[in-house]
């Protein structure tokens, strides 16, 4: 079992760290530090604070994500979503909202404002070369699958 170190970041000893909130769930919840409450208007982008930095083994990344619930019920999302952090960073974690709702959404310390899902990042050799193998598709792009 891989482990990740989490540090809470001075004044954020109230926040909880990333959670599971079921046996089975993929992400860890991931809560707001902000120092105040943080109002999102409709079509607005802030940057969150989450009070903690972490470090995880090279083979892993951690990608940011949205929790549907705040998704669907108030519109609330994360930009660059999944948002990668790589092994190597050592600052303070942060998450990308946009409220792509219709109502201000007030963001409060310790409300639980996104997911994180590890993942294992594959070490491969970029190869350049002059001719690539034939596919079905071959350079079909977006929505192109070669099937009616």
Known sequence: MLQ????KLP???D??????MSEWAAGYDVHAAVEEEVTLMPGERKLIPTGF???MPPELEAQVRPR???AYKHGITC???PGTIDADYRGEVKVLLA???QEPFVITRGERIAQMVFQFVP???IVESEELSETVRASGGFGHTGVK
């Open 99 to 101: 409220n792509l709702g």
């Open 53 to 55: 930095a972490m470090a």
């Open 79 to 81: 930009l660059n979503s």
């Open 15 to 20: 926040i909880v760290l990333p959670q599971k």
């Open 4 to 7: 990740v170190q989490f540090k």
């Open 11 to 13: 004044g954020n000893e």
């Open 68 to 70: 549907s619930g705040l």
């Open 123 to 125: 070490q491969i050799t």
